[in-house]
């Protein structure tokens, strides 16, 4: 199982969000049959998937206007594809979803339930590989690939994604049945009754088998990933670049896992190595609520330019650092998941900058 995209962030969007639905998302990308009892007798069952599918191919792209319908052609997994789509389409985006694709995510889902009066999402999705439409109509101007969007429906609507907090023997368990199976998630994932994504996410990041260190690095674990990270792609390119391989650099660190790597580099020592000394302080939260309000083109948090400003900004590590300090503020804004990116600023503008402001004067004084 290749990861395209990580969805790791937690986006503050939960299935009461989507109470309208009420069903549970399958765990395969090949559908099988689902354990939930369906509201209609299988025969009307079947004839109205097969009139919606009808419907579906007959209507084509006429019904619906999609403006990524270049991005949407077809159902993209693997590595190599998704470069050639990107080659293709362009720049997607990535990360964090925002309030304004989760709203029209919501909306897609309601008017293609509307359109055919289903009350069992599950009658779609169970014919999921033969009504590809339906997934287009889902993604209609959402600026990600369909895989991406099945993924983000997958996390929020697989009740068994929702297992709570892991326990030891779940742990071990989980560690068993890898070395049992491999990378067969989806396997993995049946026999824990625990969807497969989650089992996936859990044993990449989480260093449930000990094999790698825990807490603070040393010195010779630092000279170790510096040592590789520079000579597999030089300093002038250390902030971040685009084709790390972070399994190969873990393997070559010994002791810490590609995501202990990933973060400890992006967050810490790609500064470092450009000479980057100053500390994130008050005045830099204050800065950045001001940048971010003072454009006012920025209608969408995911079209902020983190590279630009964290280039011209000394304590910012990196645009990721840069990123976190922008979602600890966005904390601080009550119900902030259910705001637009506006409404997030305006509320910091008005409420955290003065405290921020006051918190400095008494510094000075």
Not at 193 to 221: L, M, Q
Request: proline letters at 2%.
């Amino acid at each position: 199982m290749e990861n395209i995209e990580s969805d790791d962030d937690d986006d503050g969007i939960t299935t009461s969000d989507f109470n309208f639905i009420g069903f549970t998302f399958l765990n395969n990308f090949k559908p099988f049959p689902c354990s939930v009892k369906y509201s209609h007798h299988w025969k009307k069952r079947q004839a109205l998937i097969d009139e919606i599918i009808a419907h579906d191919v007959e209507a084509g792209d006429e019904e619906f206007d999609d403006e990524y319908s270049d991005l949407h052609s077809s159902f993209v997994t693997k590595a190599s594809e998704l470069r050639e789509l990107q080659e293709r389409c362009g720049e997607w985006k990535k990360g964090r979803w925002s309030k304004q694709e989760y709203d029209i995510l919501k909306t897609n889902l309601k008017s293609y339930m509307k359109e055919f009066n289903i009350t069992d999402i599950n009658i779609l999705l169970d014919n999921a590989d033969k009504n590809i439409e339906f997934y287009r109509k889902i993604a209609c101007n959402i600026k990600r690939p369909l895989f991406v969007v099945y993924r983000k429906l997958l996390r929020f609507f697989t009740e068994e994604n929702y297992v709570g907090i892991w326990t030891r023997e779940m742990n071990d368990r989980l560690v068993e049945l890898h070395a049992l199976h491999g990378n067969d998630w989806n396997t993995i994932g049946q026999i824990m009754g625990i969807g497969w994504a989650t089992c996936y996410d859990h044993f990449r990041t989480v260093n449930i088998n000990k094999k790698y260190t825990e807490g603070p690095w040393s010195s010779e674990e630092v000279d170790k990933l510096c040592q590789v990270m520079v000579r597999e792609h030089g300093i002038e390119d250390c902030q971040l670049p685009s084709n790390v391989t972070w399994e190969m650099i873990s393997r070559a660190v010994v002791t810490r896992s590609a995501m202990q790597c990933r973060f400890k580099w992006v967050m810490l020592l790609s500064w470092k190595l450009k000479g980057g000394e100053e500390k994130w302080t008050t005045s830099d939260d204050l800065r950045l609520i001001e940048c971010l309000n003072e454009d006012e083109e920025l209608e969408d948090e995911e079209d902020i330019d983190w590279e630009r400003l964290a280039a011209a900004w000394p304590s910012a590590r990196s645009k990721y650092f840069l990123r976190q300090k922008w979602a600890s503020l966005k904390r601080t804004v009550p119900f902030s998941s259910s705001k637009i990116f506006r409404e997030c600023v305006l509320y910091l503008v008005r409420h955290r900058a003065p405290a921020l402001r006051r918190q400095l004067d008494s510094m000075a004084d």
